[in-house]
């Protein structure tokens, strides 16, 4: 059993930053990869950011990249999203989420591969 919680969403003006966290507990956390993923309203559940299991790689979607940050500090069983330049559209509760064991590197992921998920954390991008 994995259990996941995110914290560190919430209200934000178009063009700012927030950083995102999930803390994770239960499988050994350095033994596998993670991936964030957001969901907008009315939207189904979207591949964000993933990183590898010793966070060496990283792969973003394209919507994000240049502007996202995935890391992880296997010390701390902890996974971080760095969010800058926000736009409008990047308005979602993200969850991060841990795959099956077994599943080390960096890639695209899709929500009904992922075993395990937080429970998300809201974002809000004003403009």
């Known amino acids: 059993q994995v259990q996941l919680v995110e914290s560190g969403g919430g209200l934000v003006q178009a063009g700012g930053s927030l950083r995102l966290s999930c803390a994770a507990s239960?499988?050994?956390?350095?033994?596998?990869?993670m991936g964030w993923f957001r969901q907008a309203p009315g939207k189904e559940r979207e591949f964000v950011a993933a990183?590898?299991?010793?966070?060496?790689?990283?792969y973003y979607a394209g919507s994000v990249k240049g502007r996202f940050t995935i890391s992880r500090d296997n010390t701390k069983n902890t996974v971080y999203l760095q969010m800058n330049s926000l736009k409008s559209e990047d308005t979602a509760v993200y969850y991060c989420?841990?795959?099956?064991?077994?599943?080390?590197?960096?890639?695209?992921?899709?929500?009904?591969?992922?075993?395990?998920w937080g429970k998300g954390t809201l974002v809000t991008v004003s403009s």
């Open positions: 990183i590898s299991w010793t966070g060496g790689s990283t």
């Open positions: 989420a841990a795959p099956p064991r077994g599943v080390i590197a960096a890639m695209q992921m899709h929500p009904q591969d992922m075993d395990y």
């Open positions: 239960g499988r050994t956390f350095s033994s596998y990869a």
